[in-house]
């Protein structure tokens, strides 16, 4: 696929956050995976600290798969600013995964916030999570309202999306009419085989088309800005 607008000089850094088990990790990986294989080059930070012997987090994932980059462990919250500027390749990507939202004040989402250009919010279509959203936007509009140094762009992808309901349609117009970027692509939910509920630790299939794929060339479109 042909890059229409590259990522600038300097480089772009996303993050990634969510409630627990939107896909985040998962989506991850093939996001960095896809990037790569357009020839942009990547880099990212785990910053969800797992349990002694879990497995699924995006740091195991590239210990025994190629995900296009290097994937750093968790990085200390009050270098992680300037760690993510030295560590973002020149005319790349580096994205920070992070651990399910928690809404906590100066909690350690914060120095995400505070590193990112885009900041890319993964949520189920449901009234609920919409609700409990409210708290990360509202971190987004309190850092505005305080004039911090570095407030990020923020865009909202629905995931574990059910087509077969209207559930994704109603969520998405009721964001879209609180001003809220909405993108396009959705990750659908699925549990077939050899689909993205077991694709964790498994080598990354590149799909043409695919919804990882889609969101990797619509995520570019946004950091190219
Ligand atoms: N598209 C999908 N459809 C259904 N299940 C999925 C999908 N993608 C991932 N899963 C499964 O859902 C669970 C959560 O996925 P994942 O770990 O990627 O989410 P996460 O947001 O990173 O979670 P956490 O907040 O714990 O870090 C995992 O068991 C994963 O295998
Ligand atoms: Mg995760």
Do not use: C
Request: glycine share 10%.
């Amino acid at each position: 696929m042909v890059k229409k607008r590259p990522i600038p000089p300097q480089g772009r850094r996303v993050g990634v956050l969510g409630k627990g088990g939107t896909t985040k990790s998962t989506t991850l990986g093939h996001l960095l995976a896809h990037w790569s294989d357009r020839g942009i080059p990547v880099a990212a930070a785990d910053q969800d600290i797992p349990g002694d012997g879990e497995v699924g987090s995006l740091l195991t994932w590239a210990r025994t798969q190629n995900l296009g980059g290097t994937v750093h462990p968790p990085i200390p919250h009050t270098r992680l600013r300037e760690e993510t500027r030295r560590l973002t390749p020149p005319g790349g990507i580096f994205a920070v995964d992070t651990e399910a939202w928690k809404k906590v004040a100066g909690g350690p989402h914060f120095s995400v916030l505070a590193a990112v250009d885009l900041a890319v919010w993964f949520m189920q279509p449901t009234d609920t999570e919409m609700e409990r959203s409210g708290s990360v936007f509202g971190a987004i509009d309190h850092l505005t309202a305080v004039g911090a140094a570095n407030v990020p762009r923020l865009v909202i992808v629905l995931s574990m999306v059910n087509r077969q309901s209207k559930a994704h349609i109603e969520t998405r117009a009721a964001l879209t009419d609180e001003g809220y970027h909405v993108l396009e692509t959705m990750i659908p939910f699925t549990q077939a085989s050899r689909g993205y509920a077991h694709a964790v630790g498994k080598p990354v299939r590149l799909v043409d088309n695919s919804p990882m794929d889609l969101l990797a060339a619509e995520l570019l479109e946004e950091m190219s800005k």
